[in-house]
């Protein structure tokens, strides 16, 4: 059991820091800043290049918390808050990746909840320093304020479209 958690929180912790260094860099195939603010820019967020930081920090420092198996709940509850605010952003294109859904997202929610209610397994940092293990109301407390904090950042920072969805990249008629 310790070996597969260890695994799953150095792959998924390490997928959702590198994402959050995409945002803010031209690292691992990143735009830089100013592509990261662009594109919270053009998903209807206020902010700009603040949006950008404090989602990029937030994705970086909770994967790699996760990752290390430190602070697990609140790691998992970081996480769980920046995904799901990139789930709500796909979710007009359904689930599935490939129709760029929300599939992912979903994914690295539930995988940090879980994370959140197991714990991180013996090799970990959490282990090592004695914290572990986390009373169950910790991750409870994770997996309830993670996304609830992703769906209020989602309901303060986005503007609501004045186009309709796909309106600016219609053809025009005729």
Known sequence: MNAGLLVLRLVVGLLIAGHGVQKVSFHLGGDGLAGGTEEFRHDGFRGGRLTALVA????????LFLAAGLLTPLAAMAAM???????????????????????????????????????????????????????????????????????????????????????????PAG
Do not use: C
């Not at 990029?56 to 994967?63: E, L, N, P, T």
């Not at 359904?94 to 929610?109: R, T």
């Not at 572990?132 to 303060?156: F, I, K, M, Y």
């Open 56 to 63: 990029g920090g937030s994705q970086i420092g909770a994967g």
């Open 81 to 171: 808050g920046v995904m799901t605010v990139a789930g709500t952003v796909k979710l007009p294109k359904g689930l599935w990746v490939q129709n760029d859904g929300f599939e992912y997202p979903l994914v690295l929610v539930l995988v940090s909840a879980a994370l959140a209610l197991t714990g991180p397994g013996r090799w970990s940092l959490d282990e090592a320093v004695g914290l572990t293990p986390w009373p169950l109301w910790t991750g409870v407390a994770a997996v309830v304020a993670g996304p609830a904090s992703g769906l209020l950042t989602r309901a303060v920072l986005h503007r609501p479209s004045a186009e309709p969805e796909g309106a600016r990249y219609a053809r």
